[in-house]
């Protein structure tokens, strides 16, 4: 694998790989030494424009438990606030050696230009790309969602991972909230549909995309009616972006109140759900807005589970970037 950019046009074949690493990974860490040599010498970069804590923290920890060495870059502090293009600050990193850089840019495609232009001699990791993809997190919701749904870990996420070189064929997926300014729903739509997922995106028509009827996922604009006649084996919320929405949350509907009570995931919600469903959320949560303490804090919620998640699939992201076989095919098909 020579880049992980997205997950457009992912093989069901690499999926399945990712997320079977990622499940020997997960094993790993239940030892009392959780470290491993595999990236011994090998040096990792966080490269991120844009305030992160999940996601940096989750992969410093992966390509520390991997023995790598990791540089911290923060565009705060640094050289870009006095000027200092992409290209001048990859061309640093080239010079120092990196082996992966992990970047999250505030531009959609900044990953790929990264990648892409020549700049450097590193494999690239994409953390998050404006409003375009975030392959790591839409990795870790499915292996979240296979090891519960497929794997029968059951309630309280310990038992026997069975879902080895399993897909989601025939899982319902719901994702809620605001999806135009969300790179983990665009990421989710295309990975859960690759792995035989079937996806329904529900939210109120000022928070979709233009274009969406070309996703392959459905859209309704009514979660009660999605919750109680579709029946969803898996709720996944997406938090309210205040931060993209110009003018205030009130560009975009009417207000939290409004919004919590037509699109909110609270515990009369979760009640219409199968028995078996789970309840997600990527982080960090607006409670009381798009989904209530009761919903978060809830047995079925595995929303905790997802953050240790995402360190043993950012492992096994690093490993395949940099110490994996050519077994998937070449180069050239494995630019993710």
């Not at 011994?40 to 999940?54: A, H, I, K, Q």
């Not at 790309?129 to 996420?157: K, S, W, Y």
């Amino acid at each position: 694998m020579k880049h992980l950019l997205t997950t457009q046009g992912l093989s069901k074949g690499d999926a399945i790989l990712l997320l079977d690493t990622s499940a020997q990974m997960a094993a790993t860490q239940s030892r009392e030494n959780k470290k491993l040599p595999t990236l011994r010498g090998r040096t990792v970069v966080n490269l991120f424009y844009e305030d992160s804590t999940r996601t940096r923290i989750s992969f410093e920890t992966a390509a520390k438990r991997l023995s790598a060495d990791v540089i911290n870059f923060s565009a705060k502090g640094s050289s870009v606030s006095k000027g200092e293009s992409l290209k001048d600050t990859a061309l640093t990193l080239h010079a120092m050696g990196a082996d992966a850089v992990v970047v999250r840019h505030s531009a959609s495609g900044a990953a790929h230009q990264l990648a892409h232009a020549g700049w450097l001699d590193a494999g690239v990791l994409n953390a998050g790309d404006g409003m375009h993809q975030h392959p790591t997190q839409a990795l870790l919701d499915a292996f979240t969602i296979r090891r519960h749904l497929v794997g029968n870990v059951g309630e309280d996420g310990r038992g026997t991972d069975t879902s080895a070189g399993a897909d989601l064929s025939g899982l319902r997926v719901a994702i809620v909230g605001d999806v135009l300014h969300s790179r983990v729903a665009r990421s989710n739509v295309y990975l859960l549909h690759t792995l035989g997922a079937e996806v329904t995106l529900v939210a109120p028509p000022t928070l979709v995309p233009v274009g969406v009827e070309t996703w392959p996922c459905r859209v309704s604009y009514h979660l009660d009616e999605t919750l109680e006649q579709w029946q969803p084996d898996a709720v996944m919320m997406l938090r309210v972006q205040r931060e993209r929405m110009s003018g205030g949350s009130g560009s975009f509907f009417p207000s939290p109140m409004e919004y919590s009570r037509k699109f909110g995931f609270d515990a009369r919600r979760l009640a219409v759900l199968p028995d078996h469903s789970i309840v997600m959320h990527p982080g960090p949560m607006n409670r009381g807005l798009e989904i209530s303490a009761a919903a978060a804090d809830h047995p079925r919620s595995v929303i905790v589970e997802q953050v240790a998640n995402g360190v043993a699939v950012r492992m096994a992201a690093l490993y395949l970037l940099l110490a994996g076989t050519d077994a998937a095919g070449t180069d050239e098909r494995n630019t993710l």
